[in-house]
């Protein structure tokens, strides 16, 4: 394996990549908050839509791979596939409704706790935290409480939101962590057409079994998920993976955060959504700390032998 520094130089093509993926997954959120459909209905149609765009390619190029993971050698590969999309479905079922109850930007950036999960994660696997880990933990918790703290007197419906927000952050980090176990062996292409796959069975079952009107939404609904597919689902996140070729994956982490400012902008313009000071201070408390989390993590891995896989340095699909 090459050393990171090897990597090439970024080039302007990289960077804008790196731009357009910001400004992608920064409209999911304000998207979300804009449509007019039940939260859960959003949730299966983004995934059941990207699985269909996804299937014919990965089904035509990967017929083996996918032979391997059902019964063949990497059937432990498969299961975590489908572990991963079971948590996927649990983010989105979470995280997706505290768009639509607290405000874009809470929600983004509430749901930006992710590293901090995954942190928690890895020491409950036995892995040692640095002192940078927890310093930065600390500081995203402390945001987290100053932000809820500030809804508490908007509306139970916003406190509700929050909540939800920082649950889908915590599920965002389990679909990750099956995530790093299941693309150890098998292609982008092959995981995520499973796992978004799994992610919306699972979502279907619980929109039939809840009684979630999944058809019957106006034409601007329709677009907004659409929008979302294309977006934040596809065209964001490939962007991303994109850049992990030529940038290390803790700056993609730290880049990803750009998206909470970016969404709460769109939130601002688009739906009129500004936030209170107070909620703005909490919000910023905690994109620090994370941040803190992702580079202190990211000091840490350097400086093991062996380097030890980080799951603050994950590049997560999060919206």
């Known amino acids: 394996m090459a050393p990171p520094d090897s990597r090439p130089s970024l080039d302007p093509l990289t960077t804008g990549a790196v731009g357009l993926a910001v400004v992608a997954v920064s409209s999911s959120a304000p998207l979300i908050a804009y449509a007019a459909a039940p939260a859960l209905a959003i949730a299966f149609w983004r995934n059941m839509l990207a699985v269909a ?19 063949g050698a990497g059937r432990r590969e498969g ?75 908007v509306s139970g419906k916003a406190v509700l939101g929050d909540l939800l927000a920082m649950t889908g952050g915590m599920f965002a980090a389990v679909y990750v962590a099956f995530g790093e176990r299941a693309r150890a062996s098998i292609s982008t292409t092959t995981y995520t057409t499973i796992c978004y796959g799994i992610c919306a069975l699972v979502l279907l079952l619980i929109c039939l079994v809840g009684g979630v009107r999944l058809t019957g939404f106006d034409g601007r609904t329709w677009l907004a998920i659409l929008a979302l597919v294309a ?10 993976s994109y850049a992990l070729q030529k940038i290390r994956a803790t700056t993609v982490s730290v880049l990803i955060l750009l998206e909470v400012p970016g969404a709460a902008l769109l939130g601002w313009a688009w739906l009129g959504q500004l936030p209170r000071p107070y909620a703005l201070l909490g919000m910023a408390l905690l994109l620090v700390g994370v941040a803190v989390v992702v580079l202190g993590g990211a000091r840490a891995g350097r400086r093991a032998t062996p380097p030890t896989p980080l799951p603050a340095d994950a590049a997560a699909l999060r919206d």
């Open 79 to 153: 299961l975590f596939c489908v572990l991963s999309g079971v948590a996927l479905a649990a983010h989105f079922a979470t995280w997706v409704p505290s768009a639509q109850l607290t405000s874009v930007a809470a929600a983004t950036a509430l749901g930006a706790t992710q590293p901090v999960w995954q942190g928690l994660i890895a020491r409950g696997q036995g892995r040692r935290l640095p002192p940078m880990v927890w310093i930065g933990i600390a500081v995203a918790v402390s945001g987290a409480v100053v932000a809820t703290g500030a809804d508490v007197g």
């Open 231 to 240: 977006g934040a689902q596809l065209l964001g996140h490939s962007m991303f």
């Open 53 to 71: 765009v996804l299937s014919p390619f990965s089904l035509a190029r990967r017929r083996a791979e996918f032979r391997r993971l059902a019964v």
